[in-house]
């Protein structure tokens, strides 16, 4: 189907020839009937079809191809490939009307000024003029190359009625990334001098709040806004794909760059025998173990109503909802280890209960017992790990796990922060019991996740791809709970009626869950069961392009960002050789680091004209990034230092510019500080380079 879908016909029949032949059942009619239909539409054709530009390899060449590694390492459980937009529905009408034609025109003569929404649809009409084009180039090459041998149109129109009909092939509505960089090329090379020098027009005394905010993205402010569905529609069968699964057979399959390439090409992944062939002793965060290295360590703990996965429902039990509430309080890990140890035993007993009376039933024809209502349970969330005088011996043994999934490592963006951000990188501990569950939501910035089930219950994952956060953030909306602050359980009905595909599969024991950028999750625990997870940030353009686009994001949604993008972006150029293969990596850096830079040198000279002086104040090792104490933006650099005014306080809290004028408009009674002079910033800026890995 997908050789018909581009138009490769000798390469479907061939497909459907060697499926009638060595299949292991028999052909239905209607298999057989499209075969015959194919071969005899392009006998004496074959010129016609070679003229056409092939999409796919010949079956032949395909065949010829090297499997990849983690398909040739033994029999492993079905894997799905990160493909939303393989079969679109079938579309016969692609061409542009008259009137769309002077939509696009018109907006293209005005691509600079578009609001989000108009840059949508220039993007979906771009897309779909280049498909019109394609299709008349591809019917001019087939009627000139093959003037005696042709397909009529009547032969395409009788293939496309059978019952599987053509599948086009849709292109993106979206540039590129690589493009993008490629437009922005000779930018991103100037060197820091001419950076700044682009400043020197500028009348600093008189400048508006547009030029003293940083952003991240692009130069004219215009802020991020979410996805659009993708687009066409999945159909309802592919909307329960399998999870794609990779048992492990050895550590240098463990360790190998392919499964590492594997699990970046992928949404989700779950990783079986992992823990085995690395000889992980997963007994080290036992609730056994834990409750004897240090009973007094602090958990917080969720009271949470107990549901079946599948439900979520208001206090009264009436209907189902999406907002999903807990209450918050704190405990010690021995008191959570008593809890659940006691509703284990709990558990037992009304399980043989139970069994007494389905026997005592069976005999007895009186009416059964009414069903229990909702029970209220905890969960122990956010067991902080990272204590190193406590819990050493703990994390040496993850330091077993393959680069790109270890807690530290040199190729992970979040080791580059010399401050610890508890729960991102460092490990954070989960203990739970029958029905705990963690709400849908992606990971702070859109960093990648990785969580082990440390057993000895299952734990059940929902997951969804990043192309569709946009969706779910509206349905969010619709339910009225916030994607981001609110706490959410979705309907898994909803989802299907809005065309969402769900990866729905079961963590064991010993599992690791791997979670790619920016896919949307929600997990409930099955049985008594521990879980350690953090996260990584592996050093692709991809993940540091949704980082800072979500960083954006959360500005607009006041929500802080407990990766200050900024001070890690720094951090990286100061720490990191980039080689030519990390080129777009590189260009994503330059650019926040160009636009951090011109900030810096912008606000600067901005206080200078109001009579202001900051004062230089070198940051020092290890201290933690500042955030703006009233409106939670990262503040890199530049300072306000603001004395409390409560009673007894002598506390001094950091503000960003804006809020700092709020409070004080002539800044006359706030301290200014800099942690980096200029020159040291252009000095950083010049020496990240791409550097050519052959000659290192």
Same mark, same amino acid.
């Given at each position: 189907?997908?050789?018909?879908?581009?138009?490769?016909?000798?390469?479907?029949?061939?497909?459907?020839?060697?499926?009638?032949?060595?299949?292991?059942?028999?052909? =239905?009619?209607?298999?057989?009937?499209?075969?015959?239909?194919?071969?005899? @539409?392009?006998?004496?054709?074959?010129?016609?079809?070679?003229?056409?530009?092939?999409?796919?390899?010949?079956?032949?060449?395909?065949?010829?191809?090297?499997?990849?590694?983690?398909? =040739?390492?033994?029999?492993?459980?079905?894997?799905?490939?990160?493909?939303?937009?393989?079969?679109? /529905?079938?579309?016969? &009408?692609?061409?542009?009307?008259?009137?769309?034609?002077?939509?696009?025109?018109?907006?293209?003569?005005?691509?600079?000024?578009?609001?989000?929404?108009?840059?949508?649809?220039?993007?979906?009409?771009?897309?779909?003029?280049?498909?019109?084009?394609?299709?008349?180039?591809?019917? &001019?090459?087939?009627?000139?190359?093959?003037?005696?041998?042709?397909?009529?149109?009547?032969?395409?129109?009788?293939?496309?009625?059978?019952?599987?009909?053509?599948?086009?092939?849709?292109?993106?509505?979206?540039?590129?990334?690589?493009?993008? *960089?490629?437009?922005?090329?000779?930018?991103?090379?100037?060197?820091?001098?001419?950076?700044?020098?682009?400043?020197?027009?500028?009348?600093?005394?008189?400048?508006?709040?547009?030029?003293?905010?940083?952003?991240?993205?692009?130069?004219?402010?215009?802020?991020?806004?979410?996805?659009?569905?993708?687009?066409?529609?999945?159909?309802?069968?592919?909307?329960?794909?399998?999870?794609?699964?990779?048992?492990?057979?050895?550590?240098?399959?463990?360790?190998?760059?392919?499964?590492?390439? %594997?699990? !970046?090409?992928?949404?989700?992944?779950?990783?079986?025998?992992?823990?085995?062939? *690395?000889?992980?002793?997963?007994?080290?965060?036992?609730?056994?173990?834990?409750?004897?290295?240090?009973?007094?360590?602090?958990?917080?703990?969720?009271?949470?109503?107990?549901?079946?996965?599948?439900?979520?429902?208001?206090?009264?039990?009436? /209907?189902?909802?999406?907002?999903? /509430?807990?209450?918050?309080?704190?405990?010690?890990? @021995?008191?959570?280890?008593?809890?659940?140890?006691?509703?284990?035993?709990?558990?037992?007993?009304?399980?043989?209960?139970?069994?007494?009376?389905?026997?005592?039933?069976?005999?007895?024809?009186?009416?059964?017992?009414?069903?229990?209502? @909702?029970?209220?349970?905890?969960?122990?969330?956010?067991?902080?790990?990272?204590?190193?005088?406590?819990?050493?011996?703990?994390?040496?043994?993850?330091?077993?796990?393959?680069?790109?999934?270890?807690?530290?490592?040199?190729? &992970?963006?979040?080791?580059?922060?010399?401050? =610890?951000?508890?729960?991102?990188?460092?490990?954070?501990?989960?203990?739970?019991?029958?029905?705990?569950?963690?709400?849908?939501?992606?990971?702070?910035?859109?960093?990648?996740?990785?969580?082990?089930?440390?057993?000895?219950?299952?734990?059940?994952?929902?997951?969804?791809?990043?192309? %569709?956060?946009?969706?779910?953030?509206?349905?969010?909306?619709? &339910?009225?709970?916030?994607?981001?602050?609110?706490?959410?359980?979705?309907?898994?009905?909803? *989802?299907?009626?809005?065309?969402?595909?769900?990866?729905?599969?079961?963590?064991?024991?010993?599992?690791?869950?791997?979670?790619?950028?920016?896919?949307?999750?929600?997990?409930?625990?099955?049985?008594?069961?521990?879980?350690?997870?953090?996260?990584?940030?592996?050093?692709?353009?991809?993940?540091?392009?949704?980082?800072?686009?979500?960083?954006?994001?959360?500005?607009?949604?006041?929500?802080?960002?407990?990766?200050?993008?900024?001070?890690?972006?720094?951090?990286?150029?100061?720490?990191?050789?980039?080689?030519?293969?990390?080129?777009?990596?590189?260009?994503?850096?330059?650019?926040?680091?160009?636009?951090?830079?011109? %900030?810096?040198?912008?606000?600067?000279?901005?206080?200078?004209?109001?009579?202001?002086?900051?004062?230089?104040?070198?940051?020092?090792?290890?201290?933690?990034?500042? %955030?703006?104490?009233?409106?939670?933006?990262?503040?890199?650099?530049?300072?306000?230092?603001?004395?409390?005014?409560?009673?007894?306080?002598?506390?001094?809290?950091?503000?960003?510019?804006?809020?700092?004028?709020?409070?004080?408009?002539?800044?006359?009674?706030?301290?200014? *500080?800099?942690?980096?002079?200029?020159?040291? !910033?252009?000095?950083?800026?010049?020496?990240?380079?791409?550097?050519?890995?052959?000659?290192?």
């Amino acid at each position: 189907m997908l050789y018909e879908g581009l138009k490769q016909f000798p390469d479907a029949l061939h497909c459907y020839q060697n499926g009638i032949k060595h299949g292991k059942t028999a052909a =239905t009619p209607s298999i057989i009937q499209r075969a015959e239909l194919l071969e005899n @539409s392009i006998k004496g054709s074959f010129a016609a079809f070679d003229s056409v530009p092939k999409t796919l390899p010949h079956l032949e060449e395909a065949l010829a191809l090297p499997i990849a590694a983690e398909l =040739t390492a033994g029999h492993r459980p079905p894997q799905t490939v990160k493909k939303t937009s393989l079969l679109p /529905e079938p579309s016969d &009408n692609i061409a542009l009307s008259n009137q769309q034609m002077q939509v696009l025109n018109m907006l293209k003569q005005h691509e600079s000024q578009l609001d989000p929404a108009q840059q949508v649809l220039l993007a979906t009409l771009q897309a779909q003029f280049m498909v019109q084009q394609q299709e008349q180039q591809l019917q &001019n090459n087939t009627k000139t190359s093959a003037s005696n041998n042709t397909v009529s149109p009547a032969t395409i129109q009788a293939l496309k009625d059978k019952p599987f009909p053509l599948l086009p092939f849709a292109s993106s509505t979206r540039l590129p990334l690589s493009e993008r *960089l490629e437009a922005m090329d000779e930018l991103i090379r100037k060197s820091a001098s001419e950076v700044l020098a682009e400043c020197s027009s500028l009348e600093y005394g008189k400048l508006s709040s547009d030029h003293l905010k940083l952003n991240l993205l692009n130069e004219t402010g215009l802020p991020p806004t979410p996805p659009a569905a993708p687009m066409p529609h999945l159909p309802k069968s592919a909307l329960h794909p399998l999870a794609p699964s990779v048992f492990v057979e050895n550590k240098k399959e463990a360790l190998s760059k392919d499964m590492e390439d %594997y699990l !970046l090409r992928q949404p989700c992944a779950i990783l079986k025998n992992l823990s085995n062939v *690395l000889r992980l002793d997963l007994s080290l965060f036992s609730t056994k173990t834990l409750v004897e290295t240090a009973p007094d360590h602090q958990i917080e703990v969720r009271t949470q109503k107990k549901q079946r996965s599948e439900d979520n429902f208001d206090s009264s039990n009436s /209907e189902r909802i999406w907002k999903c /509430e807990s209450v918050r309080n704190w405990s010690t890990v @021995s008191k959570y280890g008593m809890y659940q140890a006691q509703e284990f035993q709990k558990a037992l007993q009304e399980d043989s209960e139970n069994k007494s009376i389905s026997d005592s039933d069976s005999n007895n024809s009186g009416p059964s017992k009414k069903a229990k209502k @909702s029970s209220m349970i905890r969960f122990g969330t956010n067991v902080d790990l990272s204590d190193t005088n406590i819990w050493r011996i703990q994390l040496a043994e993850l330091d077993k796990l393959p680069p790109l999934v270890k807690v530290k490592a040199a190729k &992970n963006m979040l080791s580059h922060l010399d401050h =610890t951000i508890l729960g991102m990188n460092s490990v954070q501990l989960y203990m739970k019991i029958p029905g705990c569950r963690t709400p849908g939501h992606q990971e702070n910035l859109n960093f990648c996740s990785v969580n082990i089930n440390i057993g000895p219950g299952d734990c059940e994952w929902f997951c969804v791809a990043h192309e %569709y956060w946009g969706v779910i953030q509206q349905l969010c909306e619709k &339910n009225d709970v916030h994607f981001l602050h609110g706490s959410w359980w979705p309907n898994l009905n909803d *989802l299907r009626n809005a065309n969402v595909p769900v990866y729905r599969f079961v963590q064991k024991p010993g599992d690791l869950v791997w979670v790619n950028s920016g896919t949307v999750h929600w997990v409930q625990a099955l049985g008594w069961c521990n879980n350690i997870a953090w996260n990584v940030g592996p050093f692709t353009a991809e993940q540091y392009y949704l980082g800072t686009e979500r960083y954006e994001w959360n500005k607009l949604q006041n929500f802080k960002s407990i990766v200050p993008m900024v001070h890690l972006t720094w951090a990286v150029a100061v720490n990191v050789l980039f080689e030519k293969k990390d080129e777009q990596m590189w260009k994503l850096v330059r650019l926040t680091l160009r636009r951090s830079m011109r %900030y810096c040198q912008v606000l600067l000279e901005h206080l200078k004209a109001m009579g202001k002086t900051a004062k230089y104040q070198a940051r020092d090792k290890n201290e933690n990034a500042h %955030y703006c104490k009233d409106c939670d933006l990262e503040v890199f650099n530049i300072l306000f230092i603001i004395k409390e005014k409560e009673k007894d306080s002598s506390e001094y809290v950091v503000r960003c510019y804006d809020c700092a004028r709020k409070i004080d408009k002539d800044l006359k009674t706030i301290l200014i *500080l800099h942690q980096y002079r200029v020159k040291e !910033l252009m000095e950083i800026y010049d020496r990240c380079v791409l550097i050519d890995s052959s000659s290192s």
